[in-house]
């Protein structure tokens, strides 16, 4: 059984950074690992998606150049560390897990069985 526990949103101002944490229990190693987000009234949409090794990632275009994905597979823990935040960044963030993905990586969102509660991200401008 997969957990994954979201930490780190916040209230910020536009042009500020946040880090967000997604600690995993249970066996992620080999897992895909993404951020997904959500805005009120809107569909749940890929942020970023990152593979077991951490050699291969996925970006949304609205978010490229500006967020990093990252993986720290020794504490089972993904990182979504963002900067130049915008009004439009506002949402709630998940991260979640897909596995037998193999080396590959996977934005599809039914591919992710395992989903964290969510951790709300507010940008004002």
């Known amino acids: 059984q997969v957990q994954l526990v979201e930490s780190g949103g916040g209230l910020v101002q536009a042009g500020d950074s946040l880090r967000l944490s997604c600690a995993a229990s249970?066996?992620?190693?080999?897992?895909?690992m993404g951020w997904f987000r959500q805005a009120p009234g809107k569909e749940r949409d890929i942020v970023a998606a990152?593979?077991?090794?951490?050699?291969?990632?996925y970006y949304a275009d609205s978010v490229k150049g500006r967020f990093t994905i990252s993986r720290d597979n020794a504490k089972n823990t993904l990182y979504l560390q963002m900067h130049s935040l915008k009004p439009e960044d506002t949402a709630v963030y998940y991260c979640?897990?897909?596995?037998?993905?193999?080396?590959?990586?996977?934005?599809?969102?039914?591919?992710?069985?395992?989903w964290g509660q969510g951790t709300q991200v507010t940008v004002t401008s």
């Open positions: 990152i593979n077991w090794s951490g050699g291969t990632t």
């Open positions: 249970g066996r992620t190693f080999w897992f895909v």
């Open positions: 979640a897990a897909a596995p037998n993905q193999g080396n590959l990586i996977t934005t599809a969102l039914p591919a992710y069985d395992y």
